[in-house]
């Protein structure tokens, strides 16, 4: 079983619990890093006032906040790991 190829699904095959080469992960493996993990946030203008957008780690936005410290700790809240975009 080669540990370095995809799955059927584009993800990673976490076969035998053997070591994973990040050397040699498609671009598709490495956007599926850490998207359980790691949310973003980045400053946004909406309709004219500033606000923070919250995505996950492939992009997929989900949820805007007023706050940066709330977009923060909505991140935690579930369980992620917040990471700025400037």
């Known amino acids: 079983m080669d540990m370095n190829k995809p799955d059927e699904a584009g993800g990673l095959d976490k076969g035998a619990g053997e070591p994973i080469d990040i050397r ?5 493996q490495l956007a599926k890093l850490g ?8 400053a946004i203008v909406v309709n004219g006032a500033p606000a923070f957008a919250i995505h996950a780690a492939d992009g997929t936005p989900m949820a805007l906040a007023e706050e940066r410290e709330v977009a923060v700790a909505a991140i935690r809240q579930h369980e992620m790991l917040p990471v700025s975009v400037h």
């Open 24 to 28: 040699r992960l498609t671009a598709t």
């Open 35 to 42: 998207v359980a993990q790691v949310a973003y946030v980045k």
